[in-house]
Structures are given as C-alpha cells and as structure tokens.
C-alpha cells in the first residue's frame, strides 16, 4: 500500500464550486504539505502543517484553505475554484528528524481541471 | 523570495555517458539539500540528499556541495534511458522557525539510445 494517498486523482469542475483534496499518509510523519505545479513554473507551496495544531501559509495560500484533522490526515479547499486554479496538485509529508528540514515524501498527485 | 535557480534544458546526452545537473541558490544559511527525479505525471521522488561541504554518492549518482558558492549539483554516470525526467533541486529556507523546501523549476533531462 502506498504510504502517501491522495483522493481524488483526477477532478474535472466547475468555476465556482466548492472542492476538496485530501491526503493520508501511514508514515507516522509530523510534518505535510500541500504543493501545486505548474509547467515552467515548478513546485509552489501552498500551506504546511508541522503538527495538528500548526497551520501555516506558503507562497501561494490565497484561495485556498486547509485542514489537519488528524496527524494522518491533510485536505486542501477551493473555496470557490476559478480557471487558473487548474494545476498537478502533490500532498508530501516529512519527519521532523535530525535536521530542521528533512526529505519529503509526496503522494501521486491530483489532477484538477477547473472550466 | 529565496530563490532555486536551475537550467531548465532540455539537456540531451548519449547513453552511457555522463550527465551533469547544476542549481544554484541563493539563501546562504540554507543547510539541507535535495534532488528529486520526477518523470512526466507522475510525484517526485528524492534520489539524493546532501547536507555538507563535497561530494556524496550513491551508485551512478553523485551530489556535489559548495556553500561558498552556493552551488549544488548532481553527477549520472553510465546514464541510461530510464534516466530521462525532470530533476528538481530543491534546498530548505529559514523561515523564522517554519523551515521548508524551495524548489527549482527543475531541469529536463533526456538520454538518447
């Protein structure tokens, strides 16, 4: 089974509407992650959590918002989705071990559309 | 912005010879350094980490640091086709107690037959 999971893989949506990624993780990490890629312009965060308490705002957190339910558990909401939303989005996690930015493992990915 | 500069390529080199990947970064008290191999659609994966000065390797792969320079680079040797992706630097940004990764836009490597 893979450690990462994200559900779904692939969304084709509307603008407007209201929609929700989620990411699992059995690694036992502390530490997730939400990223989105786009062509030319690489892997943008948009929120991290360091534990469930902790939320915090990466470089592109407008018109997104985030939750932590649980230390396994990260979903990532658009609001209100628009066109340029439209990206490759990647959950990752990452243990909080000897050094203050350990590797990040990352979940396949979801593939949203927004027409 | 901390910034993660890499050539965007596509950097095409025969089979079996040696390809070399460079990304320089600009944030000097950055500590962590990573390269992650992403093939087209699918989610990175991490191949090398380095955390100091010199060279570090793993099989066909070699890291390379230079905090003076600010310059980190990784080595293929005996390059094979399953070799062509997108390699992606990545290093950690001080961020007043939230520390995390800056990526690069990533470099396209293609290994030709």
């Known amino acids: 089974d893979a450690d990462v999971t994200q559900t779904p893989r692939n969304r084709i949506t509307k603008t407007g509407k209201r929609i929700m990624l989620e990411c699992s993780q059995t690694k036992g990490h502390d530490r997730m992650y939400w990223y989105r890629q786009d062509p030319g312009l690489g892997l943008r965060l948009i929120y991290y959590s360091f534990d469930v308490k902790d939320i915090n705002k990466g470089e592109i957190s407008d018109g997104y918002s985030v939750s932590r339910q649980a230390q396994a558990k990260f979903s990532l909401s658009l609001e209100s989705a628009i066109p340029n939303q439209t990206a490759l989005y990647f959950c990752?996690?990452?243990?909080?071990?000897?050094?203050?930015?350990?590797?990040?493992?990352f979940g396949p990915g979801t593939r949203l559309t927004v027409l | 912005q901390k910034e993660v500069e890499q050539n965007s390529g596509p950097l095409s080199v025969p089979e079996g010879a040696i390809a070399s990947l460079n990304c320089t970064y600009s944030?000097?008290?950055?500590?962590?350094f990573f390269w992650y191999r992403q093939y087209s659609g699918k989610s990175p994966e991490l191949i090398m980490s380095i955390y100091s000065n010199g060279d570090k390797e793993d099989g066909r792969f070699t890291a390379q640091l230079n905090k003076a320079s600010q310059y980190v680079s990784l080595l293929i040797r005996d390059s094979q086709p399953s070799d062509s992706a997108t390699y992606l630097c990545a290093v950690n940004e001080y961020n007043f107690g939230n520390e995390k990764l800056t990526f690069g836009t990533g470099t396209r490597l293609t290994i030709i037959p």
């Open positions: 990752a996690t990452s243990d909080s071990g000897l050094y203050l930015v350990d590797e990040q493992f």
């Open positions: 944030d000097r008290v950055s500590q962590s």
